[in-house]
Nanobody
Framework: QVRLVESGGGLVQAGGSLPLSCAVV????????MAWYRQAPGKQREMVAS???????KYGDSVKGRFTISRDNAKNTINLQMNDLKPWDTADYYC???????????????WGQGRQVTVSS
């Protein structure tokens, strides 16, 4: 069964750094685009950063220059390095991946359970 395993996040003071990682597990899967989203209380979920299987990246305007997304295709893993964190970065962060499961013909979107990131001022 395909699932996304997230790690990282936590509590940090403003200006600090935190890493997030997300691994796709589930046997012989094919992984397409992957991304991190976040959702703060009372707000809509927004895209933070995305990366294709060819390492083409996009960032949300609010994190450009501070966050870096990277990918290890051999491990079906993405990492998000978050630097110079601001209080408004506080949110639950979710990993999303396009995955073709074993013996399936179509790609489907899968989501992780979410990791909490809290930035204190």
């Amino acid at each position: 069964q395909v699932r996304l395993v997230e790690s990282g996040g936590g509590l940090v003071q403003a200006g600090g750094s935190l890493p997030l990682s997300c691994a796709v597990v589930g046997g012989l899967v094919t992984v397409g685009d992957m991304a991190w989203y976040r959702q703060a209380p009372g707000k809509q979920r927004e895209m933070v950063a995305s990366i294709t299987s060819g390492d083409s990246v996009k960032y949300g305007d609010s994190v450009k220059g501070r966050f870096t997304i990277s990918r290890d295709n051999a491990k079906n893993t993405i990492n998000l390095q978050m630097n110079d964190l601001k209080p408004w970065d506080t949110a639950d962060y979710y990993c999303k991946a396009q995955v073709r499961a074993p013996k399936r013909s179509s790609m489907w979107d899968y989501w992780g359970q979410g990791r909490q990131v809290t930035v204190s001022s």
